[in-house]
Every structure is written in C-alpha cells, then in structure tokens.
C-alpha cells in the first residue's frame, strides 16, 4: 500500500506552541493520534485568530475542514512543547490547504507533519462560498509571517 507523503513549504507564516498534557497521552505513553488532530485544531483556530477571524466567521462565511492527511514522523510525549506551524497553499475557487508541521520545541525533533483541505462554506444556504478577498489580502505571502500565537 502507498504511504501518504507530505511535501512541506519551505516557509511557514504562523506558528504556536502548544503542550502536552497527559489526556493527550494513550495507553502506549505517547501523543495519541486522536490527540494530534486536536492540538492542530487548536493551531487552526489561533492562525484564523491571528488573521482576525473567527472560524465561522471569514469575511460573513465559515470554513469546514474537507479533508485530511497526516504523516508521522517520530513519538512525543508528556511534558513536552509543540511548535505547530501553519501556512496556505494551493488555493482554488472554494478553499486551500492549510499545510502544518509540528515539532518538539526543545530538540527541534519533527513529530509530524500534515494538511487539512479547507473549505469555505455560506452557513446560512448550507453550502460552499467562494474563497473571500479579504482573506486572500490577509494571507501573506510564505515570506512574510503572522507571528506566534
């Protein structure tokens, strides 16, 4: 079978630390994968909190993650703190990805890596918006960067 291969950005333009507290650690003793998608959710909500949106609330429309890929690259565990970075690509009429890695912060080891499709979505008529052109303004270009959240 195919292995899932992720190919990363060579700049990010967000990034946040996030640490790992003990529910997010399975019977194994390391991050869970459950676990995972949740710290990368969080990192979601502080990138479109850091462009000035909230999640339902990008220009009048929401996002829905469409879909999703991940690659693991190496245990972590308690205690340690994540460095999640985060930036767009591959825009389309309807959405982009949101390409992330995440690292331990005191070794700099890769953990895992990943993106998230996502779609933009007209709440209200319950179906899929167009990217908006305020966010497309907001987005920097990979050079440039938000900032840590």
Not at 95 to 104: E, P, Y
Not at 123 to 149: C, D, I, M, W
């Amino acid at each position: 079978m195919a292995r899932i291969i992720i190919d990363l950005p060579s700049h990010f333009i967000f990034s946040t630390e996030l640490p790992i507290y003990i529910g997010h650690i399975n019977n194994a003793q390391h991050l869970d994968n459950a676990a995972l998608l949740t710290l990368v959710s969080e990192a979601r909500v502080r990138f479109f909190r850091a462009l000035g949106y909230e999640e339902l609330d990008v220009e009048g429309v929401g996002i829905v993650v469409a879909d999703a890929a991940i690659q693991y690259k190496s245990e972590a565990f308690h205690g340690e703190t994540m460095v999640i970075e985060m930036t767009t690509t591959d825009f389309n009429k309807y959405g982009c990805d949101l390409v992330w890695r995440m690292s331990d912060q005191a070794s700099g080891r890769e953990v895992a890596r990943g993106k998230s499709g996502i779609l933009f979505f007209d709440y209200s008529a319950r179906r899929p918006a167009h990217v908006p052109e305020g966010f497309l303004a907001k987005t920097p270009s990979p050079h440039q960067k938000l900032g840590n959240a």
